[in-house]
């Protein structure tokens, strides 16, 4: 019950941001960029709508790794990954900040303002139906995977669109989960790109955060920096004195040493050690 609760304010703390900062870039548009607008109604719609998915999805893919591998960016989306349960709450379930900061917050109301509102909706909603398809612990991917008739289609689907089967493995921890992997909102194409796409065609053994991780009360993790707590304070410190006593992990080895290794274990910062 608490994490429906935080889910149902998440929910209305991205409606209120996302909503704000929507006027507040129109407005801004207005008064520095007036000449711009509508400047490309004559586009067409079928032209628009591929090319404004295409760059909010490449410019997510990148903003969403970069929020695994900068701290100060992972403080902000931390709370996307703190439930144990997959469901569609856990969608919008992030930190005021990440609702201001992430591109898709700035190019929307640019390509409302250039004159594409079409376009804007059509991807508001394909994106809308994504996020909450790809968080739904209805798994009805599988079967579809694992049946002969269907399984050639899927092939080529999983490596379009983000199926719950690769943001599950983004959400999971053991052995078919992994946060490294399948960084793109609702098209995982970038990461077959990038090398960064992990289809395990399997359900997860759990969901959440590495053990050792601290959780910082809802409040903190969805209003930070403006509520902080002296339980996170106390909690970080002593995972860095658990951090401190591990030994030292080597970087992630050479592409030769994975292929030879009898198993390879992903750690949760994305390196690998390899098992001989």
Known sequence: MRELGASLVSLGN???VRGASFAALIWAFKALWPRSEGALAGVSFW???PIYVLADEYAVYW???KSHEWPWLWRIHKPHHVPRNMNIGVGYRQNWLWHVLVPGAWLGPAVIWLGQPGAYAAGLAFRTLMVLMEHSDLRWDL??????FTRPFMWVIERVISLPDTHHAHHGVGRYGNAMKNYGVALICFDV???T???????QEGFGLPDDAPAEPWAEQLFWPFVRSTSSTSSTSSTKKVAARRPSIEPTPP???LAAAKAVIYTADGRAVVVS
Do not use: C, K, T
Request: glycine share 4%.
């Open 143 to 148: 079967p579809l995977q694992r049946n002969r």
């Open 197 to 203: 796409l992990m289809i395990p065609h399997a359900r």
């Open 193 to 195: 790109i990038h090398g």
């Open 47 to 49: 032209l628009a709508f």
């Open 255 to 257: 592409a030769a040493a």
């Open 14 to 16: 991205f409606l209120l």
């Open 63 to 65: 903003f969403h790794r």
